[in-house]
């Protein structure tokens, strides 16, 4: 029998058995007496506490506690001043990553980076490309890969990927000109931002279609505003050996310099810049309030028609106040009410959760999600085989102003009554 305690890790609460937070104690300050002395040290501390977290995350599936391995296997990945102290040579790190990385060739769902089921962050796992990449091509032909993405979330198996090794693609506004998609493209891709800048200003001349995928990155990735963001931007995973190599190499890049022609090519777009981004800024604002206004609507009809429906079950709506109301609302069988509110309740549900992630960036429960969705789905399907029978009653009822004159050809026909 051991004892345990409560830690916060980067906003996160874990149980650990006593000795392992002795060790990781003693880890966490030695790693804060090194970088006491460099400017972000807060920062880096943070960047580095939310990487332990989310490897610990990936620990605590199967059990409640984490235990002494679990702290050991973390500094491993981590590193320790020791190892930091005697790694002179970046490609054996890399070399070591690269090796930690590697599937077999085999292609996973990503459980611990997912939105819905992981399969996009699989298949960025798989390609060594980021997720947002992915998930844009989805999403631009939806139908088509709907169907593919349901045969791969059942094909294929799940895996946890440590997030530590993750390659991400972020906006680098910091060192770029507008939005920084360019110079975030230039480090995820380790090619030179000016080739990535006259790719894109050159597709102005065929269609726009790069355009149109600037606009789209803009959009959906994330800018780099913390040292652990813009290390995973420049290829380096957060950990003891990479820390500093990064630092030394932003502090060569500040003093690097562009040529003459660079600085011709650019000067108009550093112009236009500012207001390029307070008018993209002002718009990412309207289609925020325009869909705040559109999930609110759904959500407060949604409501309405819910509460109408809960009133007309308790027998709350009279029928000397409201005759038609109340003659329409009765001539609708009760199991259907019952399925169309349980349709509203989860139509509610799911909007909110799609606001809160568009809104605020906040992911819910993928589990909890999906749930709701395919309850929702299944109460819309039921609803729409029942419709047919509940507007027949109705029509016996006289209450609706047209009738179903049967069945020809296993199909439903309307005629509707002056």
Request: proline share 3%; aromatic share 16%.
């Amino acid at each position: 029998m051991k004892k345990t305690c409560t830690v916060n890790i980067a906003n996160t609460i874990f149980n650990i058995d006593e000795d392992a937070y002795n060790i990781l104690s003693k880890y966490l300050d030695s790693v804060k007496k090194y970088f006491h002395k460099i400017d972000d040290e807060d920062e880096i501390i943070n960047d580095f506490e939310l990487r332990i977290a989310e490897n610990f995350l990936t620990k605590i599936k199967n059990k409640n506690v984490i235990d002494l391995n679990d702290v050991k296997n973390m500094i491993k990945i981590m590193g320790t001043l020791e190892d930091f102290e005697e790694i002179s040579d970046n490609d054996k790190n890399e070399e070591a990553q690269n090796n930690q990385q590697k599937n077999n060739g085999k292609l996973y769902r990503d459980s611990s980076n997912r939105i819905i089921a992981g399969v996009c962050s699989g298949i960025s796992q798989y390609f060594k490309i980021d997720p947002i990449i992915v998930r844009i091509v989805f999403f631009i032909a939806v139908p088509l890969n709907l169907i593919v993405y349901l045969i791969l979330w059942f094909g294929i198996p799940s895996k946890d990927f440590d997030p530590n090794l993750r390659k991400i693609l972020f906006r680098d506004k910091e060192n770029g000109i507008i939005g920084g998609v360019a110079k975030g493209l230039s480090n995820y891709l380790k090619m030179d931002v000016n080739l990535i800048r006259v790719f894109f200003f050159g597709s102005l001349f065929f269609g726009g279609a790069g355009l149109l995928f600037y606009l789209l990155l803009w959009f959906f990735t994330k800018e780099a505003k913390t040292i652990g963001q813009k290390m995973n931007m420049s290829g380096f995973n957060v950990n003891l050996s990479n820390i500093e190599d990064f630092i030394k190499k932003k502090t060569k890049n500040l003093n690097s310099s562009e040529s003459t022609l660079t600085k011709i090519f650019l000067f108009p777009f550093r112009l236009l810049a500012p207001l390029i981004n307070a008018v993209w800024n002002i718009g990412v604002f309207i289609f925020k309030t325009i869909f705040f206004i559109i999930i609110t609507t759904i959500v407060a009809t949604c409501g309405i028609l819910l509460l109408i429906l809960l009133a007309n079950l308790s027998n709350e709506i009279s029928a000397d106040q409201y005759p038609v109301f109340y003659e329409f609302l009765n001539a609708i069988p009760d199991y259907f009410i019952i399925t169309t509110s349980w349709s509203l309740v989860f139509t509610i549900a799911i909007s909110f959760l799609i606001a809160v992630y568009v809104l605020f960036n906040k992911k819910s429960n993928p589990y909890v999600f999906m749930l709701l969705v395919f309850l929702w789905i299944g109460f819309l399907i039921f609803n729409i085989l029942s419709t047919p029978s509940v507007i027949i009653q109705m029509q016996d009822l006289d209450v609706l102003p047209y009738w179903i004159s049967g069945f020809e050809n296993n199909s439903y026909h309307f005629k509707w009554i002056y």
